[in-house]
């Protein structure tokens, strides 16, 4: 497995640009909107009160190329860009990513580490992104979105939408490098 790119979501509309490399530091990526070694509760964690400070177990997310392209494929799109799933970190050789237990560690050349915290449920923020972004050939009607891949992404989506993580090991990672997987340890 390795990474095919390497994603920076700058501002909040969390759509990602890409970059050659990157500093991983507690708290996630330098210069990424989700960095930070907390965050605000939201619909992903209903016993917490929304908007209550929790730990952000959501530093980095990362997308399969495998997986998007069934995801696609279940769409009925040419292809599901990562730029707009808010995805940092794109892998290839990773055929079933989302698979991938919590507990499983990424490690990069550099000595950075990843700790898998969950599996990335898809939502509905990600589907009205690709809505825009997949609008119909006939421009002549008002509504040119794709409206209806909203509520499909997330069926199409549901087992490969990647992971999150939180970083355990500070270091530079680079678009091209290859990660070794540590899976969980057993106690």
Avoid: Y
């Avoid at 507990?103 to 990069?108: A, H, I």
Wanted: proline fraction near 7%; charged fraction near 20%.
């Amino acid at each position: 497995m390795h990474l095919a790119s390497l994603l920076l979501a700058p501002g909040p509309d969390f759509l990602t640009r890409a970059v050659p490399e990157a500093a991983l530091v507690f708290g996630g990526l330098a210069g990424d909107v989700h960095h930070g070694l907390s965050r605000k509760a939201d619909a992903r964690t209903p016993w917490h009160k929304r908007g209550t400070e929790i730990a952000n177990t959501r530093q980095v997310s990362l997308v399969s190329l495998e997986e998007l392209a069934l995801v696609a494929e279940g769409l009925g799109v040419a292809e599901v860009d990562p730029a707009h799933l808010g995805a940092n970190l794109v892998l290839a050789g990773a055929p079933e990513l989302t698979a991938t237990p919590p507990g499983t560690r990424l490690l990069f050349p550099s000595g950075a580490t990843l700790f898998v915290t969950e599996a990335n449920p898809p939502c509905r923020q990600p589907g009205r992104k690709l809505a825009a972004a997949h609008g119909r050939a006939d421009t002549s009607r008002a509504d040119t979105s794709r409206a209806d891949l909203e509520f499909a992404f997330v069926q199409a989506a549901r087992g490969r939408r990647g992971l999150v993580a939180l970083v355990e090991r500070e270091g530079t990672i680079r678009a091209d490098d290859a990660l070794r997987v540590l899976p969980p340890t057993r106690g």
